[in-house]
């Protein structure tokens, strides 16, 4: 008779050759139709078990989904600051803030952010963890998020096809109002500002994304220099047919999970800087003491 064995993979979701991941799903189906005493724990992040696993559905009916619930404010701060403090780091109260803000309860973007800003703070040689070193990471964390997190992420910001036509933000030229569509890269402020704020107040949603567009000195066609809740309900309306991030409820238009919204903030932090967002944090939510 055999002893159970339990089998653990952790990171699934870093596996990038579907030949591993498809070697691996039928073993788990080989081992499950034999009934052999054998237990896969595959850990990772992921929207569902097939996108994790990526394999056929007589696979997925061996498997058990577990969902992790997203972490409290505090529980966040808590792992954060535990770690930190293992390390013998002093991150300033105003980075553990903006940190726990960013990670939206999930342990994935906690971790992800607090091992970029460890590893910055060894190369660097200091013990000090300040607000400039989160916004120096940022890229660096993005490029390792799971690609089951960004694979859709750049659709939402494809011009449609009025924009590829008349390009405005490329060459200045004029889009107006009355189209159908919103520009492309309005749009993406848009969704950005969504990220940011958190909240489905579209008035709210249209004056930051004006903020953070002058803030980098964007170009903004003139029929757009006021934004309101009718430009951004066509802007979301418009991203819901390219891609999934983001999705209609009976009620309003919002991220699909608290993994789009993580990336799409930390994107839109990335992408507009330190500056900006402390500008729109001011009105919006606090990242100092």
Known sequence: CLHPVIVVIDEFDRINDPQTKKLIAETIKILADRSAPVKFVLCGV??????????????????????????????????????????????????????????????????????????????????????????????????????????????????TREDSIRNPEMFGQELPRNNAIVPSAIRRTIIMALALVGTTDYNLIATVALTLMKQKNEFIPTDYKELDDTDVNMALQETCKLSDFICESPHDIKFRDAFARGYTWLKAAAYYGQDAITEVASGTFRVDD
């Open 46 to 159: 992921s929207l569902s078990a097939d996108d994790l696993i990526g394999v056929h559905p007589s696979t997925i009916r061996n498997v058990l989904a577990l969902e992790l619930m997203p972490m409290t404010t505090e529980e966040s701060r808590e792992v954060a600051v535990h770690g930190f403090n293992k390390l013998g780091l002093l991150p300033e109260p105003a980075v553990i803030n903006l940190l726990v803000l960013a990670s939206h309860g999930l342990p994935y973007f906690v971790h992800l952010l607090c091992e970029e800003l460890a590893f910055h703070a060894a190369t660097s040689k200091s013990e000090n963890i300040l607000i400039d070193d989160f916004f120096t990471v940022l890229n660096t964390a993005l490029v390792n998020v799971a690609p089951s997190i960004s694979s859709s992420f750049t659709l939402m910001f494809q011009p």
